[in-house]
């Protein structure tokens, strides 16, 4: 398998950037976490590599391929083997403004639980070898029509990442449209969580009832879309406490809160401690 081992093969046209590269060293840092600010693919074709990904340690092995969403903080942990990054910005390819092209929102990026990964058995592992090949092969193609090459191979990588993680998600394909009600639902609870705490107001976009929502996702064994809610109102309000200088007023705001004592009520019913006290165990560590 060909792995690119210079600092990475870059196309940029001044506002659309993709990225590729075989030594993750070259993309993330081990010091410290960084937020990112492209979509990122790893792909670990030997051995195994530890990310921490918005503080939580992810340990991934030979043959997995992770998505991860742009803004999160990510740091490098230990490498044991060798892996294929990819990265591109909005610029290039937006995930929400062409959904309707490869259907990975909320499967892959934007809303998708926790860190999407799919494990590659030797048939996709090669057609992915296959794709890597051509990857590379186009960004020494330097014409008229090479972000369109580029952009294409890109789309067709997102959706063999797609059909396999619902594969492999049996949720995803036990009922087509069961899963893509839960798809939607995420996608709009990523783009409203900030001022959208009520599974009323994401059950009358949908036109569905709280009720209908709930019962819906629980055949597919998910949480309750209230659980949902509060999963990702925390997530945000943990990364703000961690890796920002923002008072605890001002991450209330920011999260749709009236007053600072609603919020603190909130984070302390769910996770146990106040937002300062969680702010004080992570920066003691």
């Not at 961690?242 to 209330?252: D, F, G, H, R, T």
């Not at 984070?267 to 106040?274: E, L």
Request: aromatic residues 12%.
């Amino acid at each position: 398998m060909l792995i690119n081992r210079e600092p990475g093969l870059i196309f940029n046209n001044g506002f659309a950037e993709l990225r590729l590269c075989g030594d993750i060293h070259n993309f993330f840092n081990e010091q410290a976490p960084v937020k990112s600010d492209y979509y990122s693919i790893v792909w670990i074709t030997q051995g195994m590599v530890d990310l921490v990904v918005d503080d939580v340690p992810l340990g991934l092995d030979e043959g997995q391929m992770a998505f991860i969403t742009p803004s999160k903080y990510i740091q490098l942990g230990d490498v044991h083997g060798e892996a294929v990054t990819i990265q591109f910005n909005r610029e290039f390819y937006c995930i929400r403004d062409n959904d309707h092209e490869v259907s990975c929102e909320g499967v892959l990026y934007f809303g998708a639980p926790g860190l999407p990964l799919i494990q590659l058995e030797e048939k996709p592992s090669n057609s992915f070898a296959s794709l890597h090949f051509i990857l590379e092969e186009e960004f020494e193609v330097v014409d008229t029509v090479q972000e369109e090459m580029l952009r294409t191979i890109l789309k067709k990588w997102l959706i063999i990442s797609t059909r396999l993680i619902k594969q492999q998600n049996k949720y995803l394909a036990q009922d087509e449209s069961k899963s893509e009600l839960l798809r939607q639902f995420r996608i709009l609870l990523e783009k409203h969580f900030h001022q959208q705490h009520a599974v009323s107001f994401y059950a009358d976009v949908l036109h569905r009832s709280p009720k209908t929502l709930a019962n819906q996702f629980k055949l597919l064994g998910q949480e309750p879309p209230k659980q949902m809610i509060q999963q990702r109102v925390m997530a945000e309000a943990k990364r703000y406490l961690m890796y920002s200088e923002l008072s605890v007023k001002e991450i209330s705001y920011r999260l749709g809160f009236d007053a600072a004592n609603t919020f603190t009520h909130y984070f302390n019913k769910i996770s146990g401690i106040s937002p300062t006290q969680f702010r004080s165990a992570y920066r003691a560590q």
